[in-house]
Antibody
Framework: EVQLVQSGAEVKKPGESLKISCKGS????????IGWVRQTPGKDLECMGV????????RYSPSFQGQVIISADKSTNTAYLQWRSLQASDHAMYYC????????????WGQGTLVTVSS | DIQMTQSPSSVSASVGDRVIISCRAS??????IAWYQQKPGKAPKLLIY???SLQSGVPSRFSGSGFGTDFTLTISSLQPEDFATYYC?????????FGQGTRLEIK
């Protein structure tokens, strides 16, 4: 069974930095794009960006360009989502996903990482 | 970005009912649409892809149709486990975008 396992819930203050992770199998990381999807408290789903771990080709949704950093380490089959300075509006659930291409359907979802940003 | 608009935003129905959820794209996406089911506290689950292809393991009471800009998800005979929130997603161009969701509630 394909699994994407995400790091645990985080509680941060505005202005703090954060890096969350998503670990998968060598098969998934060798042949798929890995993306991050934000689900807001209002339940909207938004694609933040995707990365191809094989060559680190990264695409950002215009809404998230410059706001976050997506990276991957193929040697450990781990993808990352990073913020340099969190804002209250970053409070959401973040899902790691796998796709066959940047514009494809989402085949697999991680269990989600809840990020709480509060002063 | 392509905008996906679902309707209704919520619907109440009874076990055994037939329910239809609609999704409209802001431009033609051919058959490049997927449908997901999300239950509280869980990640979404893929039900339908390429407008009408049933994902492995998904019951046949779920079906999808449409082409271009207008699409539907039909649940032919609601079961208790089907009460959840449903999302459409266009898989035509990056960034992928989702509808705002349809919450299916028990009447």
């Amino acid at each position: 069974e394909v699994q994407l396992v995400q790091s645990g819930a985080e509680v941060k203050k505005p202005g703090e930095s954060l890096k969350i992770s998503c670990k998968g199998s060598a098969y998934i990381f060798g042949s798929n794009w890995i993306g991050w999807v934000r689900q807001t408290p209002g339940k909207d789903l938004e694609c933040m960006g995707v990365i191809y771990p094989g060559d680190s080709d990264t695409r950002y949704s215009p809404s998230f360009q410059g706001q976050v950093i997506i990276s991957a380490d193929k040697s450990t089959n781990t993808a990352y989502l990073q913020w340099r300075s969190l804002q209250a509006s970053d409070h959401a659930m973040y899902y790691c996903v796998s796709l066959l291409s940047p514009e494809a359907r989402v085949d697999n979802w991680g269990q989600g990482t809840l990020v709480t940003v509060s002063s | 970005d392509i905008q996906m608009t679902q309707s209704p935003s919520s619907v109440s129905a009874s076990v055994g009912d037939r329910v239809i959820i609609s999704c409209r794209a802001s431009q033609s996406i051919s058959s490049w649409i997927a449908w997901y089911q999300q239950k509280p506290g869980k990640a979404p689950k893929l039900l339908i892809y390429a407008a009408s292809s049933l994902q492995s393991g998904v019951p046949s009471r779920f079906s999808g149709s449409g082409f271009g800009t207008d699409f539907t998800l039909t649940i032919s005979s609601l079961q208790p486990e089907d009460f959840a929130t449903y999302y459409c997603q266009q898989s035509n161009s990056f960034p992928i975008t989702f509808g705002q969701g349809t919450r299916l509630e028990i009447k």
